[in-house]
């Protein structure tokens, strides 16, 4: 039987697998005897639920307690509509939200496109109990000076999830155009959880 725990790391809008504080974090985390895997979700730059979900399922395969979840942005979201839909019995054993959000975002660009994934996103429903019958334990880390994911997003994450909350002081939205590499905070959450 296979012990090692797993880790998959699912970028945002617009995101890949080689952004931001993702390749520090997969090398981190190999040195500590995990296995990473950062799947390149389809068409990043138009995020749909329906192309996002089934990519992400078929990168990630059986769920145990042994597979931990990291999200960025959209990622988060991708990832708790995924532990929606598992099937019985399937539970992940844990995972750590950075900058998600389920009630708003804000200062994005107002065109068609952007407004259309929006009302996607934040207007199709998710069933949380559910969520939380698929997950062990959460962490979700959020930056007091996000332009895009207000703070008051991280009560659905403690109410609806029974994430723990991490307030980080000026990451932005913890991206790699700000300068954000490495994120200390998510590494010791994975360790944490995974313990």
């Not at 985390?29 to 730059?45: K, M, N, S, T, Y």
């Not at 959460?138 to 332009?147: C, L, T, Y």
Request: charged share 20%.
């Amino acid at each position: 039987m296979n012990m090692q725990n797993r880790v998959i790391i699912v970028h945002g809008w617009d995101g890949y697998p080689e952004n931001g504080w993702f390749p520090w974090l997969k090398r981190e985390l190999e040195a500590r005897g995990f296995l990473v895997v950062i799947p390149q979700l389809p068409f990043p730059q138009e995020p749909r639920i329906v192309r996002w979900i089934p990519a992400l399922q078929e990168a990630v395969g059986l769920v145990d307690e042994q597979t931990f979840f990291i999200g960025h942005s959209m990622g988060c979201q991708t990832i708790v509509r995924l532990l929606s839909e598992l099937p019985e019995g399937q539970i992940a054993g844990g995972a750590v939200f950075v900058a998600g959000f389920f009630s708003r975002l804000t200062n994005l660009e107002d065109n068609q496109i952007t407004n259309d994934l929006l009302k996607e996103w934040l207007k199709t429903p998710i069933d949380f109990p559910l969520v939380k019958n698929h997950l062990k334990k959460s962490i979700a880390i959020f930056s007091d000076n996000d332009e895009y994911v207000p703070l008051d997003n991280q009560d659905v994450f403690k109410n609806d999830i029974g994430s723990s909350v991490i307030i980080e002081h000026k990451f932005g939205h913890f991206s790699e155009s700000q300068g954000i590499t490495e994120v200390q905070s998510v590494l010791e959450s994975v360790l944490k959880l995974a313990k």
